[in-house]
């Protein structure tokens, strides 16, 4: 009786973690504000300034950043929006990496104009998930949705931006941050200018 009972409620358990919907399994891990991902070139979503007209290194404080989603890509109230058209010329490439983990990333040119938490004229700067005091992120515990790690640059003034989430951290490399993004996150840059 007592082996019936708690295989009873050993497959109870199991079960209600593989039918949690992705916002139950998120929660767990990070708030959506505080999320990225990278699924498809329309389906993403990136740290940003909290504020309007703030460059990239000015909002790197708690509270300074939060998560803005394509229109296709937002899922919760909290997030904020990245209209349509942000990306120029966006390249989204994913797979397995030399290093044998899977990855996936947006690179590309960008419009800063048309998101108002961005100054055209910023040089830019980095957003991840291992870095930071302590190695917990920038903005803090700060994830990728399904990976381990990520690492993203946004340069109003390239204009260029580039996002990668990564199994394996080094695929992600968080100490070329001011290196730019052709050289953090090799891609397609389509002549940004």
């Known amino acids: ?115 108002d938490r961005l100054n055209p004229g910023d040089a830019g700067g980095q957003y991840d998930s291992n870095g930071g005091d302590g190695g917990r992120g920038n903005p803090q515990d700060s994830v990728c949705l399904g990976y381990n790690s990520y690492v993203e640059l946004v340069e109003p003034a390239g204009p260029r931006a580039c996002i990668k989430c990564c199994d394996n951290p080094d695929d992600c490399p968080v100490w070329l941050d001011e290196s730019g993004c052709p050289t953090v996150i090799p891609g397609n840059y389509f002549d940004c200018a």
């Open 1 to 115: 009786m007592f082996q019936t009972v708690f295989l009873s409620v050993a497959f109870t358990s199991l079960l209600s973690v593989v039918v949690a919907s992705p916002a139950e399994v998120l929660n767990a891990r990070a708030a959506a504000d505080n999320t990225v991902y990278v699924t498809s070139a329309d389906k993403y979503c990136m740290i940003m300034p909290r504020d309007p007209h703030t460059n990239i290194g000015d909002s790197e404080h708690p509270g300074g950043m939060m998560t803005y989603c394509s229109e296709a890509g937002k899922y919760d109230a909290s997030q904020g929006t990245i209209p349509n058209g942000f990306w120029k010329n966006v390249d989204f490439q994913s797979g397995i990496s030399s290093r044998g983990a899977r990855f996936a990333q947006l690179t590309g040119c960008i419009r800063p104009e048309l998101v």
